[in-house]
């Protein structure tokens, strides 16, 4: 257990956010901010897409890196502050020893020795009153910088006073690491009995840091005749450190309503003069309160990204939240702090309603971040060209500063995975829920990938709209899980409208249905709150194909009913359908169709049965137009042999010809396996041997189906790399007269690639 627990708390150490960050963290948290880690270290973004600002821990998007400079070169801190008329010590840079010296005795012993651009009190030696001392210090602050600083030492109580976009927020008196003497314990004793306090731990880890006996410590020691075995009298204070840093060991104590006027002026001046917008005044006063122009003291340094560490949790005194003015000064009451993230899930078409939001929100005007199985998008250019429904795609567009909305399409692979990638979401909807990716990472019924699924529409909050497909049972069922309000999109309009729904409407519910019409396709119209809004014809969407393409209807009133619920004009919903093609550039791989080599050519990810259902719907339809239709299958390798067999038998209702090809990454699959369990599914429906070819290769079997097509014929392709096998329709010249080879395999034992040759006149 001890050796779990340790290596636990080195996780912690290493992974965990410093105070600092964690408060400002915890600070937009409360306030409902969106909070996104962007490194291992303490680089946040709070806030979404074009809203977003970052921090690293007091470091912020309106921290200026001039500023910053100013505040790490020590003189230069000094020299801006004096000429601002504020109280500083007068001071020199040097690089030798001997010339610290005769600084020193030029400034006026005592003095202080400090690194230009140092940090964290490291190499300060502060009260020398020898040129001994200021050799030795010197020799120590050159280990920290090149350039060394020699000043005038005020004498009096450290402080730290917190100034936030120009108004103090805070002060703390600083007591530098110290142990009080029992008359029996020696000094190493003390500091191991003053380590024991829950509240210390290493470096950051806790509100105050141990202890640690080092050379400078010993110094310290040795300067005073003492050791870490001397035992100090009862009741004596042995100051361990020149510095009062918490990273030292030190001690703090709220003093922020004691402050005098006087001396919080000059702390605000001090922070507008350097020009940041969180700076931490290092100000020594006798007593903070009463002003150092009647006591002596100033201030001693500037800081930026100033720890709150102290003012949090003081040792002493009351805690302040300073994130809380941070948070103000970069989100003021009322700014916006996210982006609406439309998130679409579902089995098929969850691509396609993403393209068409997507493309419904661009002509809105908006600037839009799209993920899609195609790659991610940004105001339709594609930054990343990869299968991008998961997280990690949706965490790429939230981060983006030039997104106005991000488009979501989440996959069950990501959810499973590593969840959303969003803490909520304004829209979620889920297109269907059919038995795909069954038998996988404990998904073994359709209920549970409803489950699965189901986690988008959970994620929308309580102002937002969940709309679910009213004709899929398995989407219904999740309304009550499901965030928001409720809405529903429906082909099935008019006399057919399901009892459920006809009641939601009749409460003023939201639906986007499709109500029967003369014309193919139907009419779609948008119920809400009691009235009913004629959209436009089915068949005025080109992506419908005429109204035939069924299941392009239903991603369209998906689509609507997501640009509705976001609030874009009915106006603006209907003339963006009327724009949404089936062309390649629209929706890559999702319908594409190509009439330039006198056949008809169709391209469609159809990967699963309830998908090639979808599309052998449309093909029925379109059969009267051509005279054979030519087919290329194929069904991932991770599928169940039961739904491979489906998908053969399933082919073998809308095609002509059947040439069953395999995916090239097969998921474990031998070569031939899955081809022959495609060829089973057919032969067992009855389609005859002689009309189902067999090839391994994707980018063979789709020469074989175009140079097989004639006049009049329709191919349907399904590929797995879409844009290769696109490019490969484009390129396509029909062969020349006379006769070519291709290495097939005609009826006989699947899955041989070496086949006999196939020769067919052009």
Same mark, same amino acid.
């Given at each position: ?211 640690? @006996?080092?050379?400078? +410590?010993? /110094? $310290?020691?040795?300067? !005073?005749?003492?050791? #870490?075995? %001397? &035992?100090?009298?009862? =009741? ?37 003069? @350097?020009?940041?917008? +969180?700076? /931490? $005044?290092?100000?020594? !006063?006798?007593?903070? #309160?009463? %002003? &150092?122009?009647?006591? =002596? ?88 060209e990869a299968d991008a429904s998961g997280p990690w795609s949706a965490r790429v567009v939230l981060r983006d500063p030039t997104v106005d909305v991000a488009v979501l399409e989440t996959a069950r692979g990501g959810i499973l995975r590593e969840g959303l990638g969003f803490s909520e ?338």
């Amino acid at each position: 257990m001890n050796a779990a627990l340790k290596a636990l708390r080195y996780v912690h150490r290493r992974t965990a956010l410093g105070p600092t960050t964690l408060s400002l963290v915890q600070e937009a948290e409360r306030r409902g901010i969106p909070v996104l880690r962007l490194d291992e270290q303490s680089l946040v973004q709070l806030g979404t897409g074009r809203h977003q600002k970052r921090i690293r821990a007091s470091i912020t998007s309106m921290t200026s890196q001039i500023a910053t400079d100013a505040a790490g070169d020590k003189d230069l801190t000094k020299s801006l502050l004096a000429d601002a008329g504020l109280p500083v010590p007068k001071g020199d840079v040097v690089r030798r020893a001997d010339d610290a010296v005769r600084a020193a005795e030029r400034i006026g012993y005592p003095v202080v020795v400090k690194p230009l651009d140092g940090n964290h009190g490291r190499g300060v030696s502060i009260d020398l009153t020898t040129a001994d001392e200021v050799t030795r210090a010197f020799e120590e602050a050159s280990q920290h910088s090149r350039r060394v600083i020699v000043e005038k030492y005020f004498k009096g109580r450290d402080h730290r006073i917190l100034v936030v976009n120009g108004e103090l927020v805070a002060v703390a008196e600083r007591v530098p690491a110290h142990v009080t003497g029992d008359g029996e314990r020696s000094i190493s004793a003390l500091v191991d009995e003053v380590n024991k306090d829950p509240r210390r731990g290493d470096g950051h880890e806790k509100v105050m840091t141990r202890i640690k @006996i080092n050379d400078h +410590v010993l /110094g $310290i020691l040795a300067k !005073a005749g003492m050791d #870490a075995g %001397s &035992v100090p009298a009862l =009741g004596q204070v042995v100051y361990l450190c020149d510095t009062a840093n918490l990273s030292t060991g030190g001690t703090a104590i709220d003093r922020t309503d004691d402050i005098h006027p006087d001396n919080a002026l000059i702390a605000r001046r001090a922070a507008r003069a @350097i020009g940041l917008d +969180v700076a /931490g $005044i290092d100000f020594i !006063a006798p007593d903070i #309160a009463r %002003s &150092v122009r009647e006591t =002596g003291g100033g201030i001693i340094e500037v800081n930026a990204a100033p720890g709150f560490r102290m003012h949090l949790q003081p040792s002493e005194g009351r805690a302040r939240n300073v994130a809380r003015p941070v948070m103000d000064m970069l989100f003021p009451r009322g700014a916006a702090t996210r982006i609406p993230i439309l998130a679409i899930t579902g089995t098929n078409g969850k691509s396609t309603t993403s393209r068409m939001v997507g493309h419904i929100l661009r002509a809105h005007g908006l600037n839009v971040g799209l993920t899609s199985t195609t790659g991610i998008y940004v105001n339709g250019d594609r930054i990343v060209e990869a299968d991008a429904s998961g997280p990690w795609s949706a965490r790429v567009v939230l981060r983006d500063p030039t997104v106005d909305v991000a488009v979501l399409e989440t996959a069950r692979g990501g959810i499973l995975r590593e969840g959303l990638g969003f803490s909520e979401c304004d829209i979620g909807l889920v297109t269907n829920v059919q038995p795909d990716h069954l038998g996988l990472k404990g998904i073994e019924t359709i209920e549970d990938l409803a489950w699965v699924k189901s986690v988008v529409v959970e994620a929308v909050h309580r102002n937002g709209t969940s709309i679910l497909n009213a004709d899929d049972r398995m989407c219904v069922s999740m309304r009550r899980r499901a965030g928001g309000r409720i809405g529903y999109f429906s082909l099935r309009g008019g006399a057919d409208m399901p009892d459920f729904l006809r009641e939601h409407i009749d409460a003023g519910g939201f639906a986007v249905v499709r109500e029967p019409g003369a014309v193919d396709g139907g009419e779609i119209v948008i119920h809400d709150d009691g009235d009913s809004i004629h959209l436009m014809r089915a068949a005025e969407i080109p992506a419908t194909l005429d109204g035939l393409a069924e299941f392009n209807v239903q991603n369209a009133l998906g689509a609507a009913a997501m640009a509705y619920a976001q609030g874009v004009p009915v106006n603006v919903i209907r003339m963006a359908l009327s724009t949404y093609t089936t062309s390649f550039e629209h929706s890559p791989g999702r319908l594409n169709v190509f009439d330039g080599h006198g056949f008809r050519v169709i391209l469609d990810y159809a990967h699963n049965p309830a998908g090639l259902q979808a599309l052998g719907n449309l093909i029925l339809k379109m059969k009267p137009r051509h005279r054979r239709i030519i087919g290329m299958i194929n069904i991932p390798g991770d599928r169940r042999d039961d739904d491979m067999r489906e998908m053969g038998a399933l082919a073998t209702r809308y095609f002509d010809e059947i040439i069953f090809r395999e995916d090239p990454a097969r998921r474990g699959r031998k070569p031939g396996e899955i081809i022959g369990l495609l060829v089973e599914g057919a032969l067992a429906a009855g389609f005859p041997e002689q009309k189902i070819t067999r090839i391994l290769n994707e980018d063979q079997a789709a020469g074989v189906c175009l140079r097989m097509a004639q006049p009049g014929d329709l191919v349907v392709l399904t590929p797995t790399d879409v844009e290769g096998m696109w490019q490969q329709v484009l390129d396509f010249r029909a062969h020349p007269a006379g006769s070519f080879d291709v290495e097939i395999e005609r009826g006989g034992q699947a899955g041989t690639e070496q086949a006999e040759t196939w020769r067919k006149s052009a």
